[in-house]
């Protein structure tokens, strides 16, 4: 049998294409945007303000759409790790970090990736299909603490920009009066650099922007991320600088520190030369090893002094906590081991 798509994940406009091809009223289109993303319905019969022969017109051709975590992983620090199948039988994961006043929820965009950074456990898996804009969306909806989140990180399995019209579908429905309506401040889109969609992005969304940078210097990050091939960071970086971001919308860069790697002095003068006039912020990244990579991350004292010298350019810069050490937090970790039993 055929499978139905998802209403969950659909944009106003394509929700209002759904309707007219169903000859149904136009005003549906409005209410079945409220029952999916502001009242959460669990199922299509529950659209009660909708008519009867709307509601089977509906069943008949889509699926709600959302689908239950298959396994969660309860850190000592609180975070959770939850993983949820997707529709070619793999996995992909979402981790959720209370903290104080915040809590927030670390999303994937892909099912593995091609980029291949060395660091990276989610690369080892490959690339095995891009999620949905309702797949995306459901990480969100289907947790428990969906209604306690403050903000949201796509900065889990796969590459944004390499999805880029279900992110943007995504944001699209995440911040919008129709959808959730939330703040575009309270969301971050993490890059390791793909600069076309990196534009379009910029362009079309006021979510806030991280740049994983990892090494200041062309060669070495050559060594770590062939992205480096394609769009290198000198690239990436003067794009960023041409673009207004005003005084509300952020750029920050991730930085993961290895040892004898990339947390010399010699690094630090660099970033302070190629991040010159961009107002941004650096989070510090503590290495924690994932299987079959030589990297070693450098140990605390090391971080500290990275960061203080950093600080000192007048480059302001965090060490972002560990958490979740203890259930494989790591990005691509439990959905490999999920991978593997299975």
């Not at 990196?198 to 991280?210: D, G, I, P, R, T």
């Not at 290495?287 to 007048?314: C, I, M, R, W, Y």
């Amino acid at each position: 049998m055929e499978k139905k798509d998802s209403l969950y994940g659909k944009t106003l406009t394509e929700i209002q294409d759904i309707v007219k091809g169903l000859n149904l009223p136009g005003f549906t289109a409005k209410q079945i945007s409220e029952w999916l993303y502001k009242k959460h319905v669990q199922s299509i019969d529950a659209m009660t303000n909708l008519s009867a022969k709307a509601r089977e017109l509906l069943k008949e051709h889509f699926d709600l759409g959302l689908v239950p975590f298959s396994k969660v992983q309860t850190s000592v620090d609180g975070t959770k790790k939850y993983l949820f199948p997707t529709t070619n039988g793999k996995f992909i994961e979402a981790a959720y970090i209370p903290d104080k006043d915040r809590a927030t929820l670390c999303v994937s965009s892909q099912v593995g990736c091609k980029m291949g950074c060395l660091f990276c456990m989610t690369g080892k898996q490959g690339f095995q299909g891009n999620l949905s804009c309702g797949e995306i969306l459901n990480q969100i909806a289907s947790i428990p603490e969906r209604d306690q989140l403050t903000n949201l990180v796509y900065m889990g399995m796969g590459e944004p920009f390499d999805n880029l019209q279900q992110v943007l579908n995504s944001l699209e429905i995440l911040t919008a009066g129709y959808g959730y309506g939330w703040s575009p401040k309270r969301i971050t889109v993490s890059t390791i650099g793909i600069i076309p969609g990196m534009k379009e992005f910029l362009e079309k969304s006021k979510c806030h922007l991280a740049v994983s940078l990892h090494n200041p210097f062309d060669e070495e990050r050559r060594k770590l991320m062939p992205v480096e091939h394609v769009y290198p960071i000198k690239e990436v970086l003067k794009e960023i600088k041409g673009f207004d971001f005003g005084l509300q919308r952020r750029v920050s860069f991730e930085y993961i520190v290895f040892k004898n790697l990339n947390d010399t002095p010699r690094h630090v003068q660099q970033m302070t030369k190629i991040l010159n006039g961009i107002r941004c912020r650096i989070n510090l990244i503590r290495f924690h090893p994932v299987p079959g990579t030589p990297l070693e991350g450098s140990d605390e004292s090391s971080v500290q002094a990275f960061k203080e010298a950093l600080n000192a350019k007048g480059i302001l810069t965090t060490v972002r906590a560990s958490r979740g050490l203890d259930i494989y937090a790591a990005c691509g970790l439990l959905s490999t081991k999920q991978l593997q039993e299975k």
